[in-house]
């Protein structure tokens, strides 16, 4: 049975550093990297430990990693230009061709808007934001469950959606550890998440993945950029 962890080892989000660090990167980095030029700067907003990053570094992207959590940050390596902020409010007075905002962030239920303000901030005309959101008709299933990712355990054991909401008690395993995380985010469908684009100024030119949680945005005056997407919106 697996022991619990110390509260030490957590974001201040409740998100388990050694479980974000020994995610795998894909198939993630892959929807990621697929919606991105060659050789951009990319600007990671809440890296996490840097499962991502590290494959951005590796494709030959420069990348700027913000993250709040300095325990989070300690595990990006140190190829990338390594930022200590928060998310909601940093302006690095910069533009990027592409800049990504995964976890989930844009499910916040009071800070998804300024999350996507401060992503669509720093994009430079004709670059692309690259957002993942939770499925919201898994959202709104009632559905728990179990997945092995990796070398890490995840457990849904429960989840309650409301109107525009929903709450999960997400545990994870690895390592002869136990944590226990509860989410509380908002319900985007299709609707909801384009409005939220269009608030930041961006538009959504493409998902990137066969359930629609990976998408691709561009300045609402800007044009999409040949190649980028691979599901049709």
């Known amino acids: 049975m697996s022991a619990p962890a110390p509260a030490t080892d957590v974001a201040p989000d409740g998100s388990p550093v050694e479980v974000f660090e020994r ?61 200590l902020a928060d998310a909601t409010t940093v302006d690095l007075g910069r533009r990027f061709d592409g800049v990504v905002l995964g976890s989930y962030l844009v499910n916040h239920p009071a800070l998804g808007r300024r999350f996507l303000a401060t992503a669509a901030g720093h994009l430079a005309p004709g670059g692309t934001v690259v957002v993942q959101r939770y499925d919201p008709w898994w959202a709104r299933s009632a559905t728990t469950g179990e997945a092995v990712v990796g070398p890490v355990t995840v457990r849904v054991t429960r989840l309650v959606p409301a109107t525009t909401t929903f709450e999960a008690t997400v545990v994870y395993e690895t390592g002869g550890r136990r944590w226990d995380q509860t989410i509380e985010a908002a319900i985007l469908e299709d609707a909801d998440f384009d409005a939220l684009a269009a608030d930041a100024g961006l538009a959504r030119a ?21 190649g980028v997407g691979t599901t049709p919106a």
């Open 23 to 83: 995610l795998p990167a894909e198939p993630a980095a892959g929807y990621v990297r697929r919606a991105l030029p060659p050789g951009a700067e990319v600007l990671e907003l809440g890296c996490g430990a840097g499962r991502i990053t590290r494959a951005l570094l590796a494709a030959g992207h420069r990348v700027v990693a913000v993250d709040q959590s300095p325990a989070m940050l300690a595990r990006v390596p140190s190829g990338a230009e390594r930022i």
């Open 206 to 226: 493409a998902w990137l993945d066969e359930h629609r949680t990976w998408a691709a945005l561009h300045h609402r005056t800007g044009v999409a950029r040949p």
